[in-house]
């Protein structure tokens, strides 16, 4: 009976370590999926999303989807400042300390956007 019992025992012990890694391997963290990357896409004179919130050490991509030149430029013009981007030209920034970051399209200043860096 002894035995029969360790047996029980063991045979539990092992079930409940699958049932665990098989837990583990369907719940891929959220962050690892994405890549710590982002986009924002330029389309009909809006930047979408036009506030992103991401977390520090973040590569953003922003991607002229429309047809004609935008650009991307930091408020302080200094941190950022992307040229001319043609239809499917893209800009990258990778923003590694927190805060707000505003920025606009130089070529039409009343398109604005941000990002929250966490
Ligand atoms: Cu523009």
Redesign the pocket.
Known sequence: MKLALKIAVVVCVMAMLLAISVATVADPSPQKATGNASHVKIDN?TFTPNELIVPAGTTVQWVNSDDIP??VVSDDKTTFKSKALDTDDNFSFTFSKSGTYSYF?S??PK?TGKVSVQ
Do not use: G
Request: proline fraction near 0%; charge should be neutral; include cysteine.
């Open positions: 004179f935008h650009t399209c070529i039409h398109m």
